[in-house]
């Protein structure tokens, strides 16, 4: 398994998990009947904190609750580190902004190459419908006396010798 289908099994498993840390601090309120809504911190203190952990294998997932980050926190030879789980938007928006670049780039050298490949002003240009030079035709005719001459070669190799074929 790749590091990014490891990292969004990692994200699909846990999102249970944080679904339920965003709803767990609103069930006392549902339980006594009172509305959920945030009352008015005291001044100095917030209502919930800014960082939201859960346990998962290997480590633990680390919500950024005002960002909407999640983080993947493991203990390293170094120590704790925590790294951020790619989103899924993220990686097709760079893959769309790769793509785009490149059939811009294509675009170009396509565009130059068909300007080449223009005939170049004092050059003559045949008339259309004017026959093709018959040394074109020679060499097309050259080549396709040898393409017969090699396949019939091969097909008779093939045979055996009484007539009937090997295959």
């Known amino acids: 398994m790749t590091r990014s289908a490891a ?4 994200v699909t498993l846990c999102a249970p998990v944080l679904s339920l840390l965003v709803i767990l601090p ?3 309120a549902v339980a006594q009947g009172t509305p959920a809504t945030p009352q008015a911190a005291p001044s100095g203190e917030t209502s919930a904190p800014r960082f939201a952990f859960a346990p998962v294998e290997g480590g633990a997932l ?11 926190c493991a203990k390293r030879p170094s120590g704790f580190t925590c ?3 790619p989103d899924a938007r993220d990686a097709y928006e760079a893959e769309i902004a790769r793509l785009k670049a490149e059939v811009d780039t294509l675009r170009r050298t396509t565009g130059q190459a068909q300007a080449q490949a223009q005939p170049q002003p004092g050059t003559p240009v045949p008339p ?26 091969l097909i008779d190799e093939l045979r055996a010798p009484t007539g009937e074929e090997r295959l």
Do not use: H, I, W
């Open 7 to 10: 990292d969004l099994r990692r």
């Open 26 to 28: 609103l069930a006392p």
């Open 62 to 72: 680390k919500l950024d609750r005002e960002t909407g980050l999640v983080s993947l």
């Open 83 to 85: 790294e951020v789980v």
């Open 128 to 153: 259309p419908g004017a026959a093709p030079d018959t040394t074109d035709l020679d060499q097309a005719f050259a080549y396709a006396e040898r393409f017969y001459r090699r396949l019939k070669g």
